[in-house]
């Protein structure tokens, strides 16, 4: 199932965590530290506040990424941080579309406006795609589809074919989920995506872009989602504060 040859994206996402900068710094140093070990390069979407602190620390393991973005450069939005004011932090990739930000109230039209303003800043989204229930009469499948529609409304092919999608089904993130996904239920949503990107948007098969999983993922359950999922990449939450288990799930794959 999978080729080996290819290349797996690892993103992980700190979301409000940890809680003061110099506990972020401490933590970016074991990363930086234990990844050149065993040479694999990540990348970190961090808290907004801690990013001046962090972008000073060299490494040319970790890429630094934000966690969401305000529509535009500069303007009326308040408490947002636009991709203009963090270049200066050599941010190349912005997570668009997390479900904990789609739960405050972000619609797909504002996932499409920041996926168009990132491309246009030239930093890589990492679009946030899931469905909040998995129903037996798969109701899941429309919910998706119309996710992927909405977001790359009005984007073109070549811009399309350079995003990262990652597959979260709601229901397997965080503490509180029910249960972990499986690698069939995410090959079933990559496959999904895929039709949706080929039959809306005209791409080709060589044209997708990489499709991540995440949800829950932890050392023991990353490498099936390769192996029989065929994850491009993985989106990680709590697994990515602890170095010990992300080393192990990175030398997994
Ligand atoms: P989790 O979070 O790995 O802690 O479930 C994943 C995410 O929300 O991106």
Same mark, same amino acid.
């Given at each position: ?18 809680? #003061? ?18 040479? &694999? ?11 001046? =602190? ?15 973005? =305000? ?5 009326? %939005? ?6 203009? &004011? ?6 190349? %990739?912005? $997570?668009?579309? %997390? ?15 920041? $996926? ?21 009469? %798969? ?7 119309? &996710? ?16 990262? +999608? ?5 229901? =397997? ?36 872009? &990489?499709?991540?999983?995440?949800? *829950? ?6 490498? =099936? ?20 288990? *992300?080393? +192990?799930?990175?030398? #997994?794959?």
């Amino acid at each position: 199932m999978r080729d080996t040859k290819k290349q797996i994206t690892f993103v992980s996402n700190w979301k409000t965590n940890p809680g #003061s900068e110099k506990e972020a710094l401490v933590l970016l140093k074991q990363f930086t530290a234990e990844l050149k070990k065993i040479k &694999q390069k990540i990348i970190i979407c961090v808290p907004t506040l801690f990013l001046p =602190a962090l972008a000073k620390e060299k490494s040319n393991v970790v890429a630094l990424g934000l966690q969401n973005t =305000a529509i535009e450069d500069i303007g009326a %939005h308040t408490g947002e941080v636009s991709l203009a &004011q963090a270049t200066a932090y050599k941010v190349k %990739h912005v $997570i668009i579309g %997390h479900s904990e930000v789609r739960a405050l109230g972000e619609t797909d039209e504002l996932v499409n406006k920041k $996926i168009k303003y990132a491309i246009k800043q030239k930093v890589t989204p990492i679009v946030c795609v899931g469905e909040k229930v998995r129903d037996d009469g %798969h109701e899941y499948f429309g919910i998706i589809t119309e &996710q992927v529609i909405k977001a790359f409304a009005g984007v073109v092919k070549k811009d399309i074919s350079a995003v990262l +999608i990652a597959y979260e089904p709601v229901w =397997a993130i965080g503490k509180d989920a029910l249960r972990d996904a499986t690698p069939e239920e995410f090959y079933e949503v990559k496959i999904l995506i895929k039709k949706v990107l080929m039959d809306t948007y005209g791409l080709a098969t060589k044209d997708i872009p &990489q499709i991540l999983y995440g949800g *829950s993922v932890t050392e023991k359950n990353a490498k =099936a989602f390769v192996t029989a999922g065929d994850a491009d990449g993985f989106l990680i939450g709590r697994t990515s504060l602890d170095v010990k288990k *992300s080393i +192990i799930l990175l030398n #997994s794959i």
